[in-house]
């Protein structure tokens, strides 16, 4: 099992020279779809990190099929209180039920001792369609009460697209 994945942020010519230096990772080069000038470098080999700024998340749980190919959905939920376990099994029955859909699911918590509260589901999906269908399915929408903010929830997705 997968027990740590970290990704940092930076120009395509830094990002490209990381994956250059280090082949033996399972690097992933990604484009924010919102932010097209935003890429993202992924490091799926759950070795200590190689990056001078990262973002460190500890796994939680996985699916068997995370093999991480096509496009990464990126979910940031933070949740006070009660409703943190709450939304803890909420991802952990998606992720419970991941071989039937998706490239892989990946539940994670910030490593970061100040977001410790923050939990992230990072999914793969063979194209936009099959994230859509998702979204449309009773499986997302039973994180509904957790996809907005408000002054108990804190909620941020992000589509990534591979860089060639």
Sequence with gaps: MLTKISFTFGSRQVLKKIISQNTDRKLKLMQASTHSNKLALFDFSGKETVFKTPVNLTVLN???NANFNGILYYQSFQVNGDRQKLLYDSLDKIIDDAPEIGNGFLMNSVSNQSESSTLILLS???DFEDLTAWRESDSFKSLANFTTI??????????????Y
């Design 62 to 64: 996985e699916s068997l």
């Design 124 to 126: 793969a999906w063979n």
């Design 150 to 163: 408000g002054s108990d929830n804190y909620y941020y997705d992000e589509i990534y697209r591979p860089v």
